[in-house]
């Protein structure tokens, strides 16, 4: 049997640098992969689990499948799919609920992070969060996950809960692995943390034109001389600077920097452009795609039939096994 590949974005606003080249490059590259059979999904209903927007979410749904169409994802390898479609989903999530408990959801730093954020929101979607994502990976059997490294900790309950699956229910769930890219960890703007949609002025969006990414990085916060440990808006610049130029010119500002001869803003310059003609190529594409929705409309009722066949399959696994059939 072959593998399959399992992904998703939050549909919370559009994508940004730090999903594409955490999650999206990865998927890409697993796509195209002849050993993979690969389902990216748009994460809907875990957008719901932090206050939201209705009229954002029902756009952003969409918006991503064309982010994905973009960046390079092809309905022919990959099945693009929007979760709550599959309503499958839910279901196993469900099941799953009676054999994780409350205490060790509640321990984990994705949740204790979002009630800090959201302290009013602290529902019971919030709290299940780790287990929906666990029935997104485990209804496609998926043994291998693209995703950022600060989703490790889901991915560990993921695994958790399909040992015990497999223990108690005998099913055979895999136990998933995180597949890395380089572009694992895309820190902030600001210097502070990961970049995120939901920190103002700590993201690229992969729609942002030359003069926006120029303004963006130009504002990231630096020292005034160079010099010392890398850290901070600094460390961020170093990172984009491996990440996006040759590397005899990343090695060239980081000796200016340790000689004190670095002007930031000619490393910040030279990072916007080198960003900018990293996302041109998807920015063009991405105005050809938006330009014909039913075409994008047909991938994702296309997405869903497909997804529904694996996802019913594996769910009558589990039924008969939890004896609800
Ligand atoms: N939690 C993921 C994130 O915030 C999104 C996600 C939901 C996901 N379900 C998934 C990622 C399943 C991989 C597999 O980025």
């Known amino acids: ?41 748009v994460a809907d209903a875990h957008a ?25 994802l092809d309905p022919k390898k990959s099945t693009l799919f929007i979760q709550s479609q599959v309503s499958e989903h839910f279901e196993l999530s469900f099941y799953f609920s009676s054999i994780e408990t ?35 990976i485990l209804l496609y059997k998926a043994d291998l996950v693209p995703v950022g490294i600060d989703q490790e900790p889901h991915l560990e309950v993921a695994r958790e809960i399909a040992r015990k699956m497999n223990q108690i229910y005998g099913t055979k769930f895999p136990e998933p692995k995180r597949f890395a890219t380089k572009g694992e960890y895309i820190p902030s703007l600001t210097g502070e943390g990961k970049m995120s949609k939901s920190i103002e002025g700590s993201y690229i969006n992969l729609t942002d034109s030359f003069d926006e990414i120029r303004k963006k990085i130009r504002a990231v916060p630096t020292a005034t ?12 610049l170093f990172i984009f600077a491996e990440i996006f130029l040759p590397p005899n010119l990343y090695q060239e500002f980081k000796e200016k920097y340790h000689n004190q001869s670095l002007k ?19 920015q063009e594409k991405r105005k050809q795609i938006a330009a014909n929705l039913n075409y994008v409309e047909k991938i994702i009722k296309e997405g869903a039939e497909k997804a529904k066949i694996v996802a019913q399959k594996t769910l009558k696994e589990v039924k008969e096994k939890m004896g609800l059939n």
């Not at 001389?225 to 961020?236: A, D, H, M, Q």
């Open 1 to 41: 049997m072959s593998h399959r590949v399992l992904s998703g974005c939050r549909a919370t606003g559009r994508l940004h640098l730090g999903n594409y080249l955490g999650g999206v490059k990865g998927m890409i590259e697993l796509q195209n992969n002849p050993n993979y059979e690969t389902f990216y999904m």
């Open 48 to 72: 719901i689990t932090t206050p939201f927007s209705v009229n954002e979410l029902r756009q952003d749904r969409r918006e991503i499948i064309i982010d994905y169409l973009a960046a390079g």
């Open 102 to 136: 409350i205490a060790r959801m509640m321990h984990l730093p994705t949740y204790k992070d979002k009630v800090k954020q959201y302290p009013k929101n602290n529902t019971m979607a919030l709290l299940n969060y780790p287990i929906l994502m666990a029935a997104d």
């Open 225 to 236: 001389v160079s010099g010392g440990p890398i850290t901070g808006g600094i460390k961020t």
């Open 264 to 282: 930031f803003v000619a490393l910040k310059d030279t990072l916007s452009e080198a960003i900018y003609q990293e996302l041109k190529p998807f």
